[in-house]
């Protein structure tokens, strides 16, 4: 399978504060990459679909300008919480998708904390 | 309703036995079906991927899919406490558009 990685791995931060976390796809080019959310014993949300040089779209109820999401290249996209609250603290799960059947293989994901 | 439908178990099973997951669907324009394993505090591993009826066999996976009843399974042979995890079932209505997931199913495989 492909792979993918994200960093940090875990992250604390406190409230207000900002917090990027970095998808990169290692051994495939992703032009499209997606950005969940996973609260403990449910399942994925989507977040954002974002594809390489152009805007992210979000999913209806995401805040974009909470939630920024940068797809760079083909095997980088950043998201960055801004202004961070403890409502915030999930676990940040990206994938980016592969040809030439379009499957998505997913990172390792990011646990955020904000205090 | 939700889209996909996936009971969350816990599912337990005797060490050497066949592990069985089913999801059901209601938006008939699903085409491509997934089947994602995922540890705890881990991204989803990609396990199958299949955008026919009929059944497909990887080691000791095995995904079937019924277009027709809007149901799609996964089975596992021979299962290992390793395949204790959360299975979880994705579909998209075509290559390259979102997953739309199951709630995931927790499976234990007790030695």
């Known amino acids: 399978g492909a792979v993918v990685s994200q960093h940090p791995s875990r992250v604390i931060c406190k409230s207000g504060t900002s917090v990027k976390i970095e998808c990169r796809s290692l051994?495939?080019?992703?032009?499209?990459m997606f950005w969940y959310r996973q609260f403990p014993k449910q399942s994925l949300m989507l977040m954002a679909t974002?594809?390489?040089?152009?805007?992210?779209?979000?999913e209806q109820g995401v805040e974009k300008d909470k939630f920024l999401i940068n797809h760079a290249s083909l095997t980088l996209s950043t998201l960055t919480v801004t202004s961070a609250h403890p409502e915030d603290s999930s676990f940040y799960i990206c994938?980016?998708?592969?040809?030439?059947?379009?499957?998505?293989?997913f990172g390792p994901g990011t646990r955020l904390t904000v205090l | 309703q939700k889209e996909v439908e996936q009971d969350p178990g816990p599912l337990s099973v005797p060490e050497g036995a066949i592990v069985s997951l089913n999801c059901t669907y209601s938006?008939?324009?699903?085409?491509?079906f997934m089947w994602y394993r995922q540890y705890s505090r881990k991204g989803p591993e990609l396990l199958m991927y299949?955008?026919?009826?009929g059944n497909k066999e990887d080691g000791r996976f095995t995904a079937q899919v019924d277009k027709s009843s809007k149901y799609i399974s996964l089975f596992i042979r021979d299962s290992q406490p390793s395949d204790s995890a959360t299975y979880l079932c994705?579909?998209?209505?075509?290559?390259?558009?979102?997953?739309?997931f199951g709630g995931g199913t927790r499976v234990l495989v007790k030695p």
């Open positions: 994938s980016g998708e592969r040809g030439p059947y379009n499957e998505q293989f």
């Open positions: 051994d495939f080019q992703a032009t499209t």
């Open positions: 974002s594809n390489e040089g152009s805007k992210a779209t979000y």
């Open positions: 938006n008939s324009a699903f085409q491509y």
């Open positions: 299949t955008y026919s009826s």
């Open positions: 994705a579909m998209s209505v075509g290559a390259g558009n979102k997953l739309t």
